[in-house]
């Protein structure tokens, strides 16, 4: 070949590649362009939310549910639970366990939690629509009152409704779909509580549910005087403590060795005959709680530093003990008195009350703000008595006047009031007064201000009261049960999709 041919098939062979190597760039960059625009099409899509509102996480049984859905529920229950301080909130939940013997994650826990509400509410509702049963007026109003709030709510705290709703239900709930489950959650507890409230027990089923768990029901009557070891915070003054350490262990030392001392010592008097009203007036000013002749179910008195002691079969009246309790940063020492161990026979009462404070609340009120509180109160059970003055007439004045937020939209009912119930002394002995009769009125002063009291009704025992709600959450879970058997319930990718 000549030097010519040779130069020319040298030239062609390096433009061959260079096509070669233009071709393997437009490839190189057309597969990178594809695959940055995917990207983006991934990032816009999940953006946008489409992913979590039509990707399935749960199948209820053949209906379908996204992780959008699913975060309505675990939401409300991780919230009912970090409220109650089962958990850190500032800290993940996946790296929180329960603390059960399963060493289950708080966040697996919640999940299964929101799973097992999510398909209860699914079968309850599919078998309230088969029987054709419709919210009762105080559920549908219920729901109406927390539709509007979806409306009216945001009002000026968010942007818009959409924002309102993603803060508070989930980044990718939507109006439409959280109107749907909580139409769906209503009917469903609407249905439960109507069918549990139509069986009707005999009494037999009462003796027997009681003797089966009377362990747990007996009430529990018993004299209890604490003795804390705590170091103190502040001085007297209310000024902070500095202490190391070592300062702090050493101190709580020594306040343990004089409260435990104290603690045998009342013991010591009580077992020579001293009485429990005696200990109390002496020890005042160096108990740190007490509490006479308090009553209180096998189940709460189980929980107690010596509730093994109360609840052993052979204690009996007069039987008295010294238990501790180290909390780690404090140590009470109880000295506890069984008085007696019982079937409560006391019958509990149901009053209705109109409520006018005296003052804001944010003070003590002064004896100007307590007469002008009886002036409405005695104004009002005027009114009442000049009327119709039956209970539905005093309901509806408590529905209207009563400054008890919490009893008010009930109509001014309170009900299971016991002498033992944890209200104002004043409040609780007129309703647990033995001469009371149904239609009673009066008016009672409280801290609160001043009450006017309708006496409702006199109800069953303490006894059949908590074996009803025994009884009633038996038969709740047999409906569960019986409507749930048979169904598939099957946990999808969508899941991962849940915001923690």
Same mark, same amino acid.
């Given at each position: 070949?000549?030097?010519?041919?040779?130069?020319?098939?040298?030239?062609?062979?390096?433009?061959?590649?260079?096509?070669?190597?233009?071709?393997?760039?437009?490839?190189?960059?057309?597969?990178?362009?594809?695959?940055?625009?995917?990207?983006?099409?991934?990032?816009?899509?999940?953006?946008?939310?489409?992913?979590?509102?039509?990707?399935?996480?749960?199948?209820?049984?053949?209906?379908?549910?996204?992780?959008?859905?699913?975060?309505?529920?675990?939401?409300?229950?991780?919230?009912?639970?970090?409220?109650?301080?089962?958990?850190?909130?500032?800290?993940?939940?996946?790296?929180?366990?329960?603390?059960?013997?399963?060493?289950?994650?708080?966040?697996?826990?919640?999940?299964?939690?929101?799973?097992? &509400?999510?398909?209860?509410?699914? %079968?309850?509702?599919? !078998? *309230?629509?088969? #029987? +054709?049963?419709?919210?009762? /007026? $105080?559920?549908?109003?219920?729901?109406?009152?927390?539709?509007?709030?979806?409306?009216?709510?945001?009002?000026?705290?968010?942007?818009?409704?959409?924002?309102?709703?993603?803060?508070?239900?989930?980044?990718?709930?939507?109006?439409?779909?959280?109107?749907?489950?909580?139409?769906?959650?209503?009917?469903?507890?609407?249905?439960?509580?109507?069918?549990?409230?139509?069986?009707?027990?005999?009494?037999?089923?009462?003796?027997?549910?009681?003797?089966?768990?009377?362990?747990?029901?007996?009430?529990?009557?018993?004299?209890?005087?604490?003795?804390?070891?705590?170091?103190?915070?502040?001085?007297?003054?209310?000024?902070?403590?500095?202490?190391?350490?070592?300062?702090?262990?050493?101190?709580?030392?020594?306040?343990? &060795?004089?409260?435990?001392?104290? %603690?045998?010592?009342? !013991? *010591?008097?009580? #077992? +020579?005959?001293?009485?429990? /009203? $005696?200990?109390?007036?002496?020890?005042?000013?160096?108990?740190?709680?007490?509490?006479?002749?308090?009553?209180?179910?096998?189940?709460?008195?189980?929980?107690?530093?010596?509730?093994?002691?109360?609840?052993?079969?052979?204690?009996?009246?007069?039987?008295?003990?010294?238990?501790?309790?180290?909390?780690?940063?404090?140590?009470?020492?109880?000295?506890?008195?069984?008085?007696?161990?019982?079937?409560?026979?006391?019958?509990?009462?149901?009053?209705?009350?109109?409520?006018?404070?005296?003052?804001?609340?944010?003070?003590?009120?002064?004896?100007?703000?307590?007469?002008?509180?009886?002036?409405?109160?005695?104004?009002?059970?005027?009114?009442?008595?000049?009327?119709?003055?039956?209970?539905?007439?005093?309901?509806?004045?408590?529905?209207?006047?009563?400054?008890?937020?919490?009893?008010?939209?009930?109509? +001014?009912?309170?009900?299971?009031?016991?002498?033992?119930?944890?209200?104002?002394?004043?409040?609780?002995?007129?309703?647990?007064?033995?001469?009371?009769?149904?239609?009673?009125?009066?008016?009672?002063?409280?801290?609160?201000?001043?009450?006017?009291?309708?006496?409702?009704?006199?109800?069953?025992?303490?006894?059949?009261?908590?074996?009803?709600?025994?009884?009633?959450?038996?038969?709740?879970?047999?409906?569960?049960?019986?409507?749930?058997?048979?169904?598939?319930?099957?946990?999808?990718?969508?899941?991962?999709?849940?915001?923690?």
């Amino acid at each position: 070949m000549s030097a010519s041919s040779e130069k020319k098939a040298e030239r062609g062979g390096k433009r061959r590649q260079e096509e070669q190597n233009d071709r393997r760039s437009v490839v190189l960059y057309t597969v990178i362009g594809v695959l940055v625009l995917a990207a983006a099409l991934v990032l816009m899509v999940w953006k946008s939310g489409l992913l979590q509102r039509n990707l399935t996480a749960l199948d209820v049984n053949g209906t379908k549910y996204t992780a959008a859905d699913l975060q309505y529920y675990y939401s409300s229950i991780y919230n009912s639970y970090a409220s109650s301080y089962y958990f850190d909130p500032s800290v993940s939940v996946k790296r929180q366990t329960t603390g059960l013997e399963s060493g289950q994650s708080w966040y697996d826990f919640l999940v299964d939690q929101a799973v097992e &509400t999510l398909t209860t509410n699914t %079968a309850l509702a599919a !078998k *309230a629509n088969a #029987e +054709g049963f419709t919210l009762t /007026e $105080e559920s549908q109003a219920q729901l109406d009152s927390f539709l509007a709030q979806l409306n009216t709510g945001w009002i000026g705290q968010y942007p818009n409704q959409a924002s309102f709703i993603k803060a508070n239900f989930g980044p990718y709930m939507t109006y439409d779909r959280l109107t749907e489950l909580a139409q769906q959650e209503y009917l469903a507890s609407d249905y439960a509580a109507a069918y549990v409230e139509a069986i009707d027990h005999p009494d037999a089923d009462y003796e027997a549910y009681y003797q089966e768990h009377a362990g747990e029901l007996d009430t529990i009557v018993y004299t209890q005087f604490n003795f804390r070891a705590s170091v103190p915070a502040t001085d007297a003054e209310g000024n902070p403590v500095e202490l190391t350490d070592e300062e702090k262990a050493a101190q709580l030392e020594t306040l343990k &060795t004089e409260q435990k001392a104290l %603690a045998e010592e009342v !013991k *010591a008097k009580l #077992e +020579g005959g001293a009485t429990p /009203e $005696e200990i109390a007036e002496e020890y005042e000013d160096q108990l740190y709680s007490s509490a006479l002749s308090r009553r209180s179910t096998g189940a709460n008195a189980a929980a107690s530093s010596y509730g093994e002691w109360l609840l052993d079969s052979a204690r009996k009246a007069g039987d008295i003990t010294l238990a501790e309790n180290d909390t780690g940063s404090s140590v009470n020492y109880y000295v506890a008195i069984f008085e007696e161990r019982l079937r409560d026979e006391e019958n509990s009462r149901s009053v209705r009350h109109i409520l006018f404070r005296a003052g804001s609340g944010n003070e003590t009120p002064t004896q100007e703000q307590y007469d002008e509180a009886e002036q409405k109160a005695q104004d009002i059970l005027d009114q009442w008595k000049a009327g119709e003055a039956t209970e539905d007439s005093f309901a509806a004045l408590a529905s209207t006047s009563s400054e008890d937020t919490g009893s008010k939209s009930g109509g +001014g009912l309170i009900d299971q009031i016991t002498s033992n119930s944890p209200y104002m002394e004043p409040f609780r002995d007129w309703a647990v007064d033995p001469a009371r009769q149904e239609g009673d009125t009066g008016l009672v002063k409280t801290d609160y201000g001043w009450h006017v009291m309708y006496y409702s009704s006199t109800d069953d025992p303490i006894w059949r009261l908590t074996v009803t709600d025994g009884l009633a959450q038996e038969d709740y879970d047999k409906l569960i049960t019986d409507s749930t058997e048979g169904w598939s319930v099957t946990r999808s990718s969508g899941l991962g999709l849940l915001e923690a």
